[in-house]
């Protein structure tokens, strides 16, 4: 019997845990995690349901049996030019099955995948490489110069160049490709002569004559993935992820996902360089036997579009995307009755958006309730989900099977009483093996307590109720500290966030001559309300109330929209340097 299969009849085991999360109707509080790479825990898919589809691109249909003949080909073509056991492989791609084949071919040859942004910058580039020592990329063709331009200083030995185009049916692909021509008519057509690059196509032609071995047997510990950790301040850390990370973290989302099952669906709209992307939107999917549904470039105003035209049953995404679908203009009535399972994570779900999505789904057809998820990249970006139907204001939910959630005195191995703050703490299977060439950060953040197990720092605030319910309160490292006391910009969005005028804030610190922080408030008025100094005194009094001298706001900026990274999360980093500038410019 598969794990799914298992799932699927209910079959449970035991823990000292299952009273308080059985009465949420959990039940499953353990697994048992095979010591495998990720591309043989999709080969149990694979051999239970060969022809089940799992890749729907543009309407194009991959069915497992055909994704696992085409991750062969793919690593064949990596051992033919020259990759090894234990190499580095950067991955620079948009969601496309293209990238979602190197993911798992690179894993079959025993290397690991790099996965960075598309948009990154060249320095920025030439930073992931260098660091993860990549001498082989994968690269969308049309990020190609600035890819060049990024390994000019580096020894990389081949770019292999694809286009979002290559797995599309023939009509679209046809479309897409004279779109782009007449996009290019009359420029000049730019040549790399010296560079090492192969198209995807070449590429796959070396595999079809390689006739060595290709595949490697690598163990659950063995290092599979990096994904990148930007954080809101400082420069990005590599977080290595072993195979055992994302099996594990699979299984427990498979266990916690009713929607997680063979033949359903779900739009694979989360980024593929994000652990949330490609552990719960790709791996998750295909352990399960389920259809992914790529979407390489999402534009918020098309969700309730690609919902109506692909019928998915689970949708998972960030806040800005369920504002886009709740203030969408749909008129049908009945095209989300398909949609069994929402999940929103990477950001703070404020209860008015959260009533605001629910109220669409019901009047659109669907009986889902939008759900909570909390993780970070350093363990596979997801790890806590809010039991269904349940809702509190900064609630999080219940750590998946086999994950435990702890609140202790920062910088203590004490724990906190139940209801008293502190720092999340996780432990659990899918906890990373650490961050790459970085071994004070790891240390910092990976802590063997007085229990003897490791336990991951996170860096966020929260508590837990007498349910055994997480919540999340702010980051720690957005505290601000402002003539020696502390300030949780956080408390203050709730506040600000109360006022009737106020559709959103955000409270950064800046530099302060003597106070060394200070917070400022940034909003996004509702609509009928223009920033006026009348309003500024009115927000202030109002924040007078129920906030202390010296935990006020020093200034108040209104903005149109709030500056989102590209995976939908607030710019922390932007709104920060943007108030710093502006402040330093009037002092």
Not at 57 to 71: A, H, P, Q, W
Not at 255 to 266: C, F, M, T, Y
């Amino acid at each position: 019997m598969s794990f799914i299969e298992k799932l699927f009849n209910k079959e449970e085991v035991k823990s000292k845990n299952q009273d308080w999360r059985t009465s949420f109707g959990i039940t499953t509080t353990h697994l048992e995690y095979p010591d495998c790479s990720l591309h043989e825990m999709v080969k149990q898919s694979v051999d239970k349901y060969p022809e089940l589809i799992a890749i729907n691109y543009f309407g194009k249909k991959t069915s497992y049996l055909s994704l696992y003949d085409k991750i062969e080909d793919v690593a064949k073509g990596l051992k033919a030019i020259g990759v090894n056991e234990g190499d580095r492989i950067t991955i620079c791609m948009p969601n496309t099955p293209e990238a979602i084949f190197m993911v798992y071919a690179i894993n079959m040859v025993g290397g690991i995948a790099s996965m960075i942004h598309p948009l990154s910058s060249v320095n920025e580039m030439e930073f992931y490489l260098d660091v993860a020592e990549s001498k082989y990329v994968l690269c969308l063709d049309l990020l190609l110069e600035r890819m060049i331009n990024a390994t000019k200083n580096l020894d990389v030995k081949k770019i292999i160049v694809a286009s979002v185009a290559e797995g599309m049916p023939i009509i679209t692909k046809t479309a897409y490709e004279t779109v782009q021509y007449v996009k290019k008519i009359g420029k000049e057509k730019k040549t790399f002569p010296d560079s090492p690059i192969i198209s995807w196509g070449d590429f796959l032609a070396l595999g079809m004559v390689y006739n060595k071995e290709y595949k490697v047997v690598r163990k659950g510990s063995d290092e599979a993935i990096i994904i990148y950790s930007g954080g809101t301040t400082g420069r990005p850390k590599g977080v290595r992820l072993s195979n055992l990370n994302f099996n594990a973290g699979a299984m427990q989302a498979c266990a916690r996902v009713e929607s997680a099952r063979p033949g359903k669906s779900a739009l694979l709209i989360l980024p593929i360089f994000h652990g949330f992307g490609l552990c719960v939107n790709v791996h998750t999917i295909l352990v399960a036997g389920a259809t992914m549904v790529p979407i390489p470039k999402f534009e918020p105003n098309e969700f309730a579009k690609l919902i109506k035209k692909y019928k998915p049953n689970f949708l998972i995404g960030v806040p800005t995307m369920y504002e886009s679908l709740a203030t969408s203009e749909e008129t049908s009535t009945t095209y989300l009755r398909h949609v069994t399972d929402v999940i929103s994570g990477g950001d703070t779900l404020k209860a008015e958006l959260r009533s605001k999505a629910n109220n669409y789904l019901k009047e659109h057809g669907s009986d889902a309730q939008l759900r909570v998820g909390y993780g970070l990249s350093e363990c596979v970006a997801a790890c806590i989900l809010t039991p269904s139907y349940y809702f509190k204001e900064g609630a999080i939910g219940l750590p998946f099977p086999d994950m435990e959630a702890k609140i202790f005195k920062p910088d203590s191995f004490k724990e906190c009483k139940t209801n008293r703050s502190g720092e999340i703490c996780i432990s659990g299977p899918t906890v990373m093996m650490g961050y790459l060439n970085e071994p004070e950060e790891t240390a910092n953040t990976l802590r063997v307590h007085p229990d003897g197990k490791i336990w991951l720092h996170t860096g966020d605030l929260g508590y837990k109720n007498r349910e055994g319910i997480v919540f999340f309160e702010s980051r720690l490292k957005r505290m601000i500290i402002t003539s020696g006391y502390n300030v949780y910009p956080q408390y203050l969005e709730t506040i600000i966030a109360s006022h009737p005028a106020v559709y959103t804030v955000v409270v950064v610190g800046i530099p302060h001559p003597y106070k060394k922080q200070v917070p400022v408030a940034n909003i996004v008025l509702k609509e009928n309300f223009e920033p006026s100094d009348e309003l500024t005194k009115d927000i202030k009094k109002y924040c007078e109330k129920s906030v202390a001298k010296y935990a006020m706001p020093y200034a108040y900026e209104y903005l149109k929209t709030m500056p989102k990274t590209l995976i939908g999360k607030v710019n922390f980093r932007k709104l920060e340097e943007d108030c710093t500038k502006k402040y330093e410019k009037k002092s």
